[in-house]
């Protein structure tokens, strides 16, 4: 089963990118907040920020693949699921990443994966059946809240971006802390760089 994007998204045409920090929604306790001490959301959605940043296609399925795993840790009932997770995540990614107009919305997709993780792990953990089929289409149905409606659109993505720039805030501070690079061995940028399996990719 495939999730297309035509069925997460209205036409291009209808498609608004807000960006006022100011924006009412700000408020609204159904939204993660970006002052969360988990430090596994800020850091998916500085991944996710990555992914929408870059020219690579490949290297937004990297920074996209990741998602998954550490949204699992949050909800470890649903480890065992990460793999088609991923290539959910990576496969809506993808389609997002490849519209102009829909980029931005790339964003969105950390919020899709944690909401998708938690509700498989409820589902585990009251005994219900979690088939393959279910996750994609759990997948789908959040992915469709998260991005159909331009209101949600807009508060999803600017908080996305709020925790985004407290990951870098912090990673800049630590930085600062612990001295930048070593003798012989050139600094990484504050917030700039990452590793992610293995390889350290630069958001320059």
């Known amino acids: 089963m495939s999730i297309m994007m035509e069925d997460l998204l209205p036409a291009d045409g209808e498609l608004e990118f807000y960006g006022d920090p100011e924006d009412e929604y700000f408020g609204d306790p159904e939204f993660e907040s970006a002052s969360s001490p988990a430090a596994e959301i800020r850091l998916m959605e500085h991944l996710a920020a990555m992914a929408a940043q870059t020219e690579s296609e490949s290297e937004a399925e990297a920074f996209l693949g990741a998602l998954p795993a550490l949204a699992a840790r949050l909800a470890p009932a649903a480890a065992r699921w990460v793999p088609e997770l991923t290539k959910r995540a990576v496969q809506v990614g993808r389609q997002l990443w490849n519209s102009p107009a829909a980029r931005p919305y790339v964003q969105a997709l950390p919020h899709v994966v944690r909401r998708t993780t938690a509700d498989v792990a409820g589902r585990y953990s009251r005994g219900a059946p979690v088939s393959l089929d279910l996750v994609t289409r759990r997948f789908a149905h959040h992915a469709s809240q998260a991005l159909r ?31 930048r690079g070593g003798p012989g061995r050139p600094a990484a940028v504050p917030g700039r760089s990452i590793v992610v399996n293995g390889q350290r990719w630069c958001r320059c």
Do not use: K, S
């Not at 908080?159 to 001295?179: L, N």
């Open 149 to 179: 409606d331009p209101r949600r659109r807009r508060r999803v993505v600017q908080r996305a971006r709020q925790a985004d720039q407290a990951w870098i805030a912090e990673a800049r501070r630590r930085a600062q802390q612990a001295g």
